[in-house]
Nanobody, 127 residues
């Protein structure tokens, strides 16, 4: 098991901002691509953003592009998701995932590509 721990979720009004964090122990984190997914009740887990191990590349879902920013600090073993201009449709449990393959030059947009997951953090955006 690779322990990933998300934090930073909460209740915010539409138009507001939140910053999510995902932490893990060093050897399980810095050499691997990481991702954020979200899951609303009754729906499948949905890709939000991902970032390669060295932060050289990142990708976003069209629904969050321009509003969300993914980043990582390998020295702190932490990944972030800065979420601005939040909308009610962003309401979901947000999960961080870790690629099982070290050193990949790209990161995947399918949940099946990630082996390790955190427990999730709830984000609720009120209208």
């Amino acid at each position: 098991q690779v322990p990933l721990v998300e934090s930073g979720g909460g209740l915010v009004q539409a138009g507001g901002s939140l910053r999510l964090s995902c932490g893990a122990s060093g050897r399980t984190f810095s050499n691997y691509a990481l991702s954020w997914f979200r899951q609303a009740p009754g729906l499948d887990r949905e890709f939000v953003a991902c970032i390669t191990w060295n932060a050289a590349n990142s990708y976003y879902a069209d629904s969050v592009k321009g509003r969300f920013t993914i980043s990582r600090d390998n020295a702190k073993n932490t990944m972030y998701l800065q979420m601005n201009s939040l909308k009610p449709e962003d309401t979901a449990v947000y999960y961080c995932g870790r690629d099982p393959v070290a050193g990949a030059s790209a990161c995947g947009r399918s949940a099946y590509e990630y082996t390790y997951w955190g427990q999730g953090t709830q984000v609720t955006v009120s209208s």
